[in-house]
């Protein structure tokens, strides 16, 4: 008897001798070793939306800010968030979020870790093998409708290794839609829009023009009148950024009544361009404007990277100094203006927030955090997925990594409580609607390089600040981030949120000796996730002392 699955696989032979890995941010690597990947993700979305009685599972074909010849993928969970330790939708076939279980068995792990066997079957039979096994082993019944939504970015290889999905859905016998060219949050969208459709907990049209409206009509309630000064120049990395935002500036007020946005960088006809000199990727790792910017002096300008899940803000002042105004920035900044509101509205007394960082957070942006706005800071390891699920414990939870990936989430129960309350006096009601506008205008899915930016103008315009007066709410400690070649990384095992290492043995110690030594220092080494490499951190009272500390640390890794 034909078996569909062996055949579909058959059509995508594994490249010889490559090891996979469903790592951070999922597959990622080269290209033209990814098909047999892809068509055995479609295999895995499938047994994940049938393990969930057929809800959405979101596929997104991507390499985000790695270079044009690269490529990845990443499965997305039914409320649009990462491959998750605990789902909140589970095993019940109805769409209600509220519905919370501690049934589910499927952890992240299990689920990664399924994926990466499956992506390393030599023979489609095994493939065939495996996917039978993890049926019986989770009770999956294959009788069950599978659907699976998937989008791609813009680079060269992202058709061909959709078909090599297609392949594998068709194979499983799984129901796709393709959106064909998306950012990654805006497939995030989607998925969470399929899942929730005809619920009370509706998030959105499952359209690019409903997440367009989304974001227009939310981005004009939450600016209540303010006009946004000046202008921005968005660097879009000449990725899938571009066109969307082009797309999305048509439901934004005109020109004049709004905010006058340039979009620079968004040349998705030449794929080659991605990510080269240009991004949020270059612009953070190399502490300065991409190469062809024509922005003069305190122009305000941002960079996304190359799927759009990214920004960072940044301007040169008037003595030609470049500013960069990061993840950690754009956190302080968020959670002081949400922070306010939830004062203002008289929702104090229900309402905490908080603040999730990673060890790369500057120092001086979680003293900030803790001294001024008096918030609780919470540190989880790097990788959007570890933030996300610290962030989902916390009433409002306000989380970014340094490099501009983040959102702030509202609980469930915080959505209600904004939902129902009745404000006591004409300021309370003015700062609920803007609170409420707020979260509609969050992608309260996953960091969204587009939500966000609107988040931060929104601010600013009601701060009456530029980016001066927002760079001047505290000063960063001097930073330097280094990058070890080791032979085997995986020797580095980290603890206390990757701030300390537990092995080799006697490294930590090694480090803290120095450490100690200098005037505001702390240093970690840390392994990459998504390279063969050891990555080292160093802070200190002054520039000198951080680019000391960081040798001296690396020194110690090598
Ligand atoms: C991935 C992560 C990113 C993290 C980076 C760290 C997602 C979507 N992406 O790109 O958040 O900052 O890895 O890379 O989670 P590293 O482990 O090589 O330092
Ligand atoms: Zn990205």
């Known amino acids: 008897m034909a078996d569909p699955i062996a055949e579909a696989v058959a059509k995508h032979p594994p490249a010889q001798s490559v090891v996979y890995s469903y790592g951070t941010a999922g597959f990622r690597t080269k290209a033209n070793v990814l098909d047999s990947v892809m068509a055995r993700c479609g295999l895995v979305a499938a047994l994940r939306s049938r393990a969930l009685k057929g809800k959405w599972i979101g596929i997104m074909i991507t390499a985000s800010h790695n270079p044009p010849e690269d490529n990845g993928v990443k499965l997305v969970e039914p409320l649009g968030n990462m491959l998750t330790v605990w789902s909140t939708l589970l095993l019940y076939p109805c769409c209600d979020v509220r519905m919370r279980t ?27 093998k495996h996917y039978r096994a993890i049926a019986d082993k989770f009770h999956i019944d294959l009788q069950t409708p599978a659907r699976v939504v998937i989008a791609r970015d813009t680079r060269a290889s992202g058709a061909r290794l959709l078909s090599c999905v ?50 227009g009509e939310a981005f004009k309630r939450a600016l209540h009148g303010k006009k946004p000064s000046g202008s921005l120049t968005v660097d879009c990395a000449n990725g899938v950024g571009g066109p969307k935002l082009t797309e999305l500036i048509k439901y934004l007020p005109p020109k004049g009544e709004g905010l006058e946005i340039f979009v620079v960088n968004d040349d998705v006809i030449k794929p080659e361009s991605l990510n080269v000199e240009c991004g949020a990727d270059f612009v953070k790792t190399n502490q300065r404007a991409p190469p062809s910017s024509k922005a003069g002096s305190n122009d305000r300008c941002c960079s996304l990277d190359g799927d759009a899940d990214r920004v960072i803000y940044y301007f ?73 699920h610290a962030a989902e414990k916390m009433d409002i939870g306000v989380y970014f990594e340094a490099n501009g990936h983040g959102t702030v989430i509202f609980s469930i129960d915080t959505l209600e409580t904004i939902a129902k309350y009745e404000p006591r006096s004409p300021a309370q009601k003015e700062a609920l609607d803007i609170l409420r506008a707020c979260v509609d205008l969050i992608n309260q899915a996953v960091g969204d390089a587009l939500s966000d930016m609107l988040l931060v103008e ?13 760079l001047s709410t505290y000063d960063d400690l001097p930073n330097r981030l280094l990058k070890v070649k080791v032979t085997d990384r995986r020797i580095f095992e980290t603890t206390d949120a990757e701030r300390r290492l537990v092995k080799p043995k006697g490294v930590q110690d090694d480090i803290d000796t120095i450490v100690k030594k200098v005037r505001q220092g702390r240093s970690f080494a840390r392994a990459s996730g998504t390279e063969d490499a050891v990555r080292v951190y160093a802070e200190a009272a002054s520039r000198a002392e951080a680019d000391d500390l960081a040798q001296k640390v690396y020194k110690i890794i090598e």
């Open 166 to 215: 297609l392949n594998g859905l068709k194979g499983a016998s799984a129901e796709a839609k393709d959106f064909g060219f998306l950012t990654t949050p805006q497939l995030h969208y989607m998925v969470r829009c399929l899942n929730t459709e005809g619920t009370a907990d509706a998030y959105g049209a499952p359209t690019e023009k409903g997440y367009y409206e989304k974001l």
């Open 102 to 128: 501690r049934t589910n068995r499927y952890t992240q792990e299990e689920w990664e870790v399924l994926a990466t066997e499956m992506a390393n079957k030599s023979s489609p039979e095994e493939v065939s």
């Open 458 to 470: 929104v601010i600013l315009a009601h701060k009456n600040w530029g980016l001066q007066e927002w």
């Open 316 to 388: 040169k002042d008037s003595k030609n100094m470049f500013h960069l105004l990061d993840g950690d920035r754009i956190a302080t900044l968020a959670a002081s203006f949400l922070g306010d509101l939830v004062r203002q509205s008289g929702l104090s007394d229900s309402l905490t927030l908080g603040v999730v960082q990673t060890a790369y957070a500057n120092g001086a942006a979680t003293n900030y955090v803790v001294q001024n706005l008096k918030l609780k800071v919470d540190c989880t390891p790097t990788g959007v997925k570890y933030l996300h």
